[in-house]
């Protein structure tokens, strides 16, 4: 993570602050606004716990093993808190375990929800003065969406978040628990912050929500498809990408929204769960297998690129059979997905899945991860080799200085290496150019950057002539 600073103050006097992000990108977002809470309060941000006043945790309850990483790590530091040092559990763990997790790791002294970074300065008066402190009462709030200072840390990307909390209550998921019910940010803030993030020289936004596609907007001025292609039209920006849509609310004006505004990405992440309707109906996930497919084909109709499809799996749910399983299979055969998160059953707490009967075995969960993983790798080989011998427009995100190569990333999300031609200087970071695709593997891309396509090495492709082809 970069290290923020503000001008003119002593960096002896000045409190540090170390925090360490785990899960979903709405928590790194959330991050970004602590970390811009806690400078505004005067701290600067170390890349090392031990180099911390005060270390902060920003955690993920999604799953038992995300959770159990933030009291490993507690554990890992505790020997830290001798040296005077405070400790933070921030986010969904925070939100689920409240004020238990001072019992289970009494050197902590602050415990507050994801939205609470706007109370941070009174919290941090309490921790100071040596006292413990919560802030849990943020799961209702839409105050969230406003922050004063954003300390972006992603250098290409800008993330706004759109819409706050879940109200679906899926089986499984513990996210309505965590972060509460859902509420949508206005359009104008919305607006504003996108334009904020093109004068800063970012040319890329990233709209946030667990459901982004279940926005509403407040004062009632645009859908969310009219705000996504309004984002998308903001001068500056590039690209536009949106996670995560819900497949319920995925309506035919999104898709008519990316057919129009060139700037939205060539990628919809949509999340199925499961292939089998059955098994849909028990998660309480409101679509079919087929309603879900009736969206695969209007994204697949799109009508002037290849639209990239990604989504995410549950395996293992309670009573999913060999046949539903087969289904779930049959489905990655059917939609021939660009890549899938996949993930076992994970039981969480206030769950009503927790109480359902045909627990899937441990050992039957691995198996048919590992199924599903190689089923879509071996889809993955052949959708990723069409692209060999194609230019696509990779937006440069850094440099693998040990492999002499540099690493973008496409419009269809896919991450793009490339080499240059010896000699001439890399291309800055953020640009775009054109790469020919020489070689693919099953999650990525390789090439050369394309100075044939009248782009000189170390420019941008904003500023070479002629269009080029998307991926
Ligand atoms: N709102 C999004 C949707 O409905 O598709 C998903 C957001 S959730 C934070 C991210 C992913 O975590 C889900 O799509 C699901 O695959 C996975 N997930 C959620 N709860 C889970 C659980 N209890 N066990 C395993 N995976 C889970
Ligand atoms: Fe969780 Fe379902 Fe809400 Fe997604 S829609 S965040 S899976 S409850």
Avoid at 274 to 281: C, M, R
Wanted: aromatic share 8%; glycine share 6%; net charge neutral.
């Amino acid at each position: 993570m970069a290290l923020t600073r503000i001008a003119g103050l002593s960096l002896q006097a000045q409190k540090t602050f170390f925090i360490e992000t785990f899960g979903c990108q709405m928590n790194f977002h959330d991050s970004e606004k602590v970390a811009g809470s806690l400078v505004l309060q005067g701290y600067r941000q170390v890349e090392a716990a031990e180099d911390a006043d005060l270390i902060l945790y920003n955690t993920c309850s999604i799953r038992d093993k995300a959770e159990q990483k933030v009291f490993h790590r507690l554990a890992d530091f505790k020997r830290l808190q001798k040296e005077g040092k405070k400790f933070a559990v921030i986010g969904c763990v925070a939100q689920q375990e409240g004020e238990r997790i001072f019992e289970r790791a009494p050197h902590v002294s602050l415990v507050a929800g994801s939205s609470s970074y706007r109370s941070l300065p009174q919290l941090l008066v309490q921790i100071e003065q040596g006292e413990r402190a919560t802030g849990l009462n943020d799961r209702e709030t839409s105050q969230t969406f406003e922050t004063e200072f954003t300390a972006r840390t992603n250098p290409h990307r800008g993330y706004i978040t759109i819409i706050e909390g879940c109200d679906k209550f899926c089986a499984y998921c513990v996210v309505p628990y965590t972060r509460g019910r859902e509420r949508s940010r206005t359009s104008q803030s919305v607006l504003e912050e996108a334009r904020r993030i093109a004068d800063s020289g970012l040319t890329e936004i990233q709209l946030l929500g667990q459901n982004v596609n279940s926005y509403r907007d407040p004062i009632g001025r645009a859908s969310f498809a009219e705000l996504l292609a309004e984002v998308g039209r903001v001068p500056g920006i590039r690209r536009v990408r949106f996670t995560t849509s819900h497949p319920r609310h995925f309506t035919r004006d999104i898709m008519e929204a990316i057919d129009t505004v060139p700037t939205l990405c060539d990628h919809v992440h949509l999340p199925v769960q499961s292939g089998s309707s059955q098994v849909l109906q028990a998660m309480q996930r409101e679509y079919t297998r087929e309603q879900y497919l009736e969206r695969i084909a209007w994204i697949r109709a799109a009508r002037h690129r290849s639209i990239a499809i990604t989504t995410d799996m549950i395996v293992g749910f309670p009573g999913e059979t060999e046949a539903d399983f087969r289904q779930t299979m049959t489905l990655l055969d059917e939609v021939q997905f660009d890549g899938i998160f996949s993930f076992k059953y994970s039981p969480r707490p206030n769950t009503p899945a927790l109480a359902m009967e045909n627990a899937i075995p441990e050992e039957e969960k691995t198996a048919r991860l590992a199924a599903l993983n190689e089923k879509q790798r071996e889809i993955q080989r052949p959708n990723y080799a069409r692209h060999v011998g194609e230019i696509v427009e990779a937006m440069v995100e850094g440099y693998h200085p040990a492999r002499g190569q540099i690493a973008g990333r496409s419009s269809q999300n896919k991450p793009v290496n490339f080499t240059i031609p010896e000699g001439s200087p890399p291309p800055a970071p953020g640009s775009y150019v054109p790469v020919r695709v020489t070689r693919a593997f099953p999650n990525s891309l390789a090439g050369e950057l394309a100075t044939e396509s009248g782009v000189e090495p170390g420019k941008s492709l904003a500023e070479a002539p002629g269009p080029c082809s998307r991926i």
